[in-house]
């Protein structure tokens, strides 16, 4: 029964035209040694994952999602760590992360939007 399963996950999510194994996104928004920090700890915690790693770029949080949107076509994010502080200059980098997350996982408490 566990070949069935996962025959019929990797049916539904190239029907989907998506990668049925799911990635690992790591947003580095926040100072370096940090960000480097959190996505050094996710890489151990998950390590049959394949990872990736964004970084602030110039723009604003849309333009940062439509970017994320093509660079990331095709594949399942099945994890997205982000790091909340309270450095301004990476607000369009969270919010960009925000956006990308399908709807069950966006935050719900009022202090982790307020950072957002």
Do not use: C
Request: proline letters at 9%.
């Amino acid at each position: 029964m566990p070949n069935l399963k996962a025959r019929l996950k990797n049916l539904a999510f190239r029907t989907l035209g998506l990668d049925p194994d799911a990635v690992v996104v790591a947003f580095l928004s926040g100072d370096a040694p940090l960000a480097a920090s959190m996505a050094d700890e996710i890489r151990r915690l998950e390590p049959t994952r394949r990872h990736f790693t964004v970084a602030l770029e110039p723009g604003s949080a849309w333009s940062l999602y439509r970017q994320l949107r093509r660079r990331f076509r095709g594949l399942r994010i099945g994890l997205a760590p982000v790091l909340f502080t309270t450095d301004a200059r990476y607000r369009p980098l969270r919010r960009a992360a925000f956006l990308l997350a399908p709807p069950g996982y966006w935050p719900t408490t009022p202090a982790s939007s307020a950072i957002i």
